[in-house]
T-cell receptor, first 113, second 115 residues
């Protein structure tokens, strides 16, 4: 059974710092991995989708990497801003069922001005 | 604008009542999903539907029911059989399952509280 773990559960950094969020998964037979952002009391917004054949994806100040063999993904945020404060979740579809995304519990990021 | 609309945003349920959460999408997506999110927990899949008139149970379907009569709509009913319904409910959609690796889009969520 696929399990997704995100460490740390919470992270607080000063504005301007570069930071890395971690996501690990137990079954490396994945089709893709997605990173989401969730603001308090809101739905999820997709940030990046990395296909299993890719090693990284970039969008603005965000860069996500994927290492299937080690079961890990990282989300790198450059020059963090207070507006980046949110919970970041990663999710993977288990083999044979892309509709059944398995989510991590998320990392709550606070960027202090 | 294209997107997913969930209503109501806040809903209160009395003991023994059934309540229905609405989810509508105008993205022309074939697949739709319902997730439940509890504080400090990851999202858990309740039901999903890949095409009209078809749906499948997720990991925590007990006490819930759905219908998919139209492509745009996927309402979720929380029945009285669901003993702990207080949670944040999220509806989502994506392009057809056969196209692996598609981004999933979420609505803004509905808060359900038992009173």
């Amino acid at each position: 059974k696929q399990e997704v773990t995100q460490i740390p559960a919470a992270l607080s950094v000063p504005e301007g710092e570069n930071l890395v969020l971690n996501c690990s998964f137990t079954d490396s037979a994945i089709y893709n991995l997605q990173w989401f952002r969730q603001d308090p009391g809101k739905g999820l917004t997709s940030l990046l989708l990395i296909q299993s054949s890719q090693r990284e994806q970039t969008s603005g100040r965000l860069n996500a990497s994927l290492d299937k063999s080690s079961g890990r993904s990282t989300l790198y945020i450059a020059a963090s801003q207070p507006g980046d404060s949110a919970t970041y979740l990663c999710a993977v579809p288990p083999q044979g069922g892309s509709e059944k995304l398995v989510f991590g519990k998320g990392t709550k990021l606070t960027v202090n001005p | 604008d294209g997107g997913i609309t969930q209503s109501p945003k806040y809903l209160f349920r009395k003991e023994g009542q059934n309540v229905t959460l609405s989810c509508e999408q105008n993205l022309n997506h074939d697949a739709m999903y319902w997730y439940r999110q509890d504080p400090g927990q990851g999202l858990r899949l309740i039901y999903y539907s890949q095409i009209v008139n078809d749906f499948q149970k997720g990991d925590i379907a007990e006490g819930y029911s759905v219908s998919r009569e139209k492509k745009e709509s996927f309402p979720l009913t929380v029945t009285s059989a669901q003993k702990n319904p207080t949670a944040f409910y999220l509806c989502a959609s994506s392009i057809a399952r056969s196209q692996l690796g598609n981004t999933i889009y979420f609505g803004e969520g509905s808060w359900l509280t038992v009173v």
